[in-house]
């Protein structure tokens, strides 16, 4: 049996990154233990009110590594290898004692809201915190409970970061994604990124097994994070193999260490399928659109959909010209967060189910008596000739069907306004998650004018959900 390390909420608003430490960790260990697999990034529930930025914790496992190890990142020219399996080691609390003074050195204490918290533990804690964490709301209690016995745990200050180190040891994937990390030299953190677009594009074309890469509706890349933090750039992707390849494609500055993380991104794990629409949580809602869409101040388009609203928000940008274009009838699976003021589902994918028709009138009818044109008598009332009153009834006219601009199918954000945790479509075709149509809108078409002059190709929008206002989840029980 191997030690599971868990780590969280050592970073803030204003810098620093958990992955970060997760690397000094790995240097650190490396030198007298071996790392078991790949390091994990767990993303928990994206709609905690006290959350940093991401919602991520790191998991590590050390042993006496057996079989061929192969290389998973390098930190200061030092190739960092990992074994498929390993052997246990027993210095649970040696191991302990080193971790701490990492987290004291580079957690951003002097923040209010960062409360780390760590664990070294011989096993894992039962699947069911995991569950919790990514889709619901932890006590520090219930998670601490999960781990009695297991090993040492410790925190600081609050130590809410706890929860998210328990939780991140916990996860025994079902699906799961990789990526790659680049981290700054430290001289560089704080300064502003170099990164060459074009080069972000090109890597996105020749691996296409990596996603979220390019925002192609609004132009720039998304591969590197606005803040002040550690991190240079990030490509996900579903196969670790070719990570380091598509990583070597970005021109611009120089990454001073990287490391591949085995992730939870993208599976759409926060997603609860049969649970009522409650806040903090993601819920899958099918429904009928009964309202006509309305935009709100600041450019928000709301529309109601059976029990509840659901909004896309102006960041989702392109997107909310989807919801704009629904009508009274629609039928559609809404997925995204509860929000409990106002009350409304935080809309992170559609599906059009089935789109009701629109009819247009080309003409009124002619009498069936005197053969002159009729006039109408008003809505849904019919028709009546001028000539010898002779009534026609509504459906004698001539009718033509409306092309809606919105039809059956998935449909998402631009890459740019996207979830970690939400499966975007390349992973929903690739995966057989869905058997409807997904539909090249603006954030494709835009792509494609791009890459003409880099001869490429690469991803586009999607959605997903279900309505039931008195089941539970499975997982969580929630």
Same mark, same amino acid.
């Given at each position: 049996? =191997? ?12 810098? *620093? ?43 590590? %496992? ?24 390993? %052997? ?48 619901? @709301? ?13 090993? @040492? ?20 994937? /079902?699906? /799961? ?6 981290? %700054? ?34 132009? %720039? ?24 390849? &598509? *990583? ?34 993601? =819920? ?7 309202? +006509?869409?309305? !935009? ?5 388009? =709301?529309?109601? !959909? ?19 274009? +629904? ?28 789109? @009701? ?34 009534? @026609? ?8 069907? =409306? ?23 390349? /992973? ?23 890459? /003409? ?17 008195? &089941? ?7």
């Amino acid at each position: 049996m =191997v030690l599971w390390i868990g780590v969280d909420d050592t970073d803030s608003l204003q810098g *620093m990154c958990t992955t970060f430490l997760a690397t000094e960790i790995v240097r650190d260990l490396t030198e007298d233990f071996d790392l078991i697999g790949y390091p994990r990034l767990v993303r928990l529930n994206p709609n905690i009110p006290w959350k940093t930025r991401g919602n991520g914790a790191v998991c590590m %496992r050390f042993g006496e590594g057996v079989g061929r190890p192969f290389v998973v990142g390098s930190i200061a020219g030092r190739p960092i290898q990992a074994y498929s399996r390993g %052997r246990t080691i027993s210095e649970q609390a040696a191991v302990a004692d080193r971790i701490a003074p990492l987290v004291e050195r580079w957690s951003r204490f002097d923040d209010s809201t960062t409360n780390p918290g760590f664990a070294v533990l011989r096993g894992q804690p039962t699947p069911t915190l995991y569950w919790r964490a990514v889709r619901g @709301v932890v006590s520090k209690r219930s998670a601490k409970a999960s781990a009695r016995g297991l090993g @040492v745990v410790r925190s600081y200050k609050n130590g809410r970061g706890l929860i998210g180190a328990l939780a991140a040891i916990a996860w025994r994937p /079902r699906d /799961r994604t990789y990526e790659i990390l680049t981290y %700054r030299a430290l001289e560089a953190w704080s300064t502003e990124r170099r990164i060459a677009p074009e080069s972000v594009i090109r890597m996105d074309h020749d691996f296409p097994s990596t996603f979220n890469n390019y925002d192609y509706a609004n132009d %720039r890349a998304v591969i590197a994070p606005r803040s002040p933090c550690p991190i240079l750039f990030g490509i996900r992707g579903d196969d670790p193999a070719v990570l380091p390849a &598509a *990583m070597s494609i970005i021109d611009g500055e120089r990454p001073e260490r990287w490391l591949i993380f085995e992730t939870n991104q993208g599976t759409d794990d926060h997603v609860m399928s049969r649970a009522s629409p409650r806040p903090h949580l993601t =819920v899958r809602l099918e429904g009928d659109v009964s309202s +006509l869409p309305r !935009v709100l101040a600041g450019g928000h388009v =709301v529309v109601r !959909v059976g029990p509840i609203d659901i909004t896309a928000y102006e960041p989702s940008k392109q997107f909310r010209s989807v919801v704009r274009n +629904l009508l009274p009838g629609d039928r559609v699976i809404a997925m995204g967060a509860v929000r409990a003021s106002p009350a409304t589902l935080n809309l992170e994918k559609l599906c059009v189910v089935s789109a @009701v028709s629109v009819v247009r009138k080309v003409s009124n009818p002619l009498c069936p008596a005197c053969g002159k044109r009729t006039k109408s008598l008003g809505r849904s009332a019919g028709f009546r000739c001028p000539r010898c009153r002779t009534l @026609v009834p509504r459906d004698a006219a001539r009718w033509e069907a =409306v092309e809606r601009p919105l039809a059956p199918g998935w449909y998402e954000p631009p890459v740019g306004s996207r979830r970690h945790l939400s499966m975007p479509i390349k /992973r929903m075709l690739r995966s057989s998650h869905t058997a409807l149509p997904v539909h090249v809108g603006l954030a494709a078409q835009a792509r494609e004018a791009l890459l /003409r002059d880099l001869r490429g190709t690469s991803p586009m929008p999607l959605g997903t959900g279900l309505l039931n206002s008195e &089941a539970r989840d499975p997982e969580t029980g929630l």
